[in-house]
């Protein structure tokens, strides 16, 4: 049970994320809330017989960089369970992108899992002139070429957690609904929504308050999480939209992720006291 408990927190955490973009036609925001040098810990919590217990930790990071001869800005997350549970479940998971300086949009993803004796590794490359990604599944003994037909504003799962910290919520009203377009594990997922809940006051765990913006993900029902069910998902309310706390409920119980780290914003953390 541990095993999958385990397993389930990482998947967790880097789809949590995702689902906060905005799958607008002006989905691409001139203005990113992010900047080289911006790094995030987080710390992964698990509720056991009644008690909160740390089983994982999360880091995000964002680099200059150059792919393809094009100036780019290097996202990426690795996340891995702590060493005291190495022994039961050891996991070592890497999401990373080039995004393109000039447009913003992702050139080429990978996604590198190591979860017990369970591996993925996959790269793509995207074509945003044809609507195509060209994968790299090297999963088996010898890498297996495709292709993925793909939409406006879709991304994939490491650009999505950046992007999505553009959207402008001020335009929406309470309760207010936000189609969204994923591309994960060669598929694209299209028109999932969040709903805007509002605004709130968040204490992190270096007992700092912050003011966030709230929305809550209506999740599918499947391998992680109950039917009928929500995420709730609280980022600053400020320039940089720093994701500070996640909430959820799962097959196998709760969880709750909190921002631990962070430094090199865009601006300043804006904290209440």
């Known amino acids: 049970m541990l095993i999958k408990q385990l397993n389930s927190l990482f998947k967790f955490l880097f789809i949590l994320l995702v689902f906060d973009f905005n799958a607008q036609t002006d989905c691409i925001s001139n203005n990113l809330p992010f900047i080289a040098g911006e790094e995030v810990i987080?710390?992964?919590?698990?509720?056991?017989?009644k008690t909160w217990i740390s089983a994982g930790e999360v880091r995000f990071k964002v680099e200059d960089s150059i792919y393809k001869n094009q100036p780019c800005l290097y996202l990426e997350g690795k996340g891995r369970t702590l060493k005291n549970y190495d022994w039961i479940f050891k996991v070592r998971d890497k999401y990373a992108s080039f995004i393109s300086k000039k447009t913003s949009l992702p050139i080429q993803f990978t996604r590198r899992i190591r979860e017990g004796d369970f591996k993925i590794d996959y790269k793509y490359d995207f074509d945003y002139d044809r609507n195509l990604a060209y994968i790299l599944d090297f999963n088996?003994?010898?890498s297996i070429k495709d292709t993925l037909d793909i939409i406006n504003c879709s991304f994939d799962i490491m650009s999505s957690v950046y992007f999505s910290r553009a959207i402008n919520f001020n335009k929406y009203q309470k309760d207010d609904t936000i189609p969204l377009n994923i591309i994960l594990d060669k598929q694209v997922y299209e028109n999932i929504n969040i709903v805007y809940k509002g605004k709130n006051k968040v204490t992190n765990q270096n007992?700092?308050?912050?003011?966030c913006i709230h929305f809550q993900i209506n999740l599918i029902e499947g391998t992680i999480f109950k039917a009928n069910e929500t995420m709730d998902v609280f980022v600053s309310d400020d320039t940089n939209r720093i994701p500070i706390y996640v909430e959820a409920e799962i097959l196998v119980g709760s969880i709750?992720?909190?921002s631990k780290i962070?430094?090199?914003?865009?601006?300043?953390?804006?904290?209440?006291?």
């Open 256 to 258: 709750r992720v909190y």
């Open 140 to 142: 088996n003994k010898e």
């Open 262 to 273: 962070i430094k090199g914003t865009k601006v300043p953390m804006s904290y209440l006291d």
């Open 207 to 211: 007992k700092k308050s912050v003011n």
């Open 42 to 49: 987080y710390d992964i919590e698990y509720l056991m017989s």
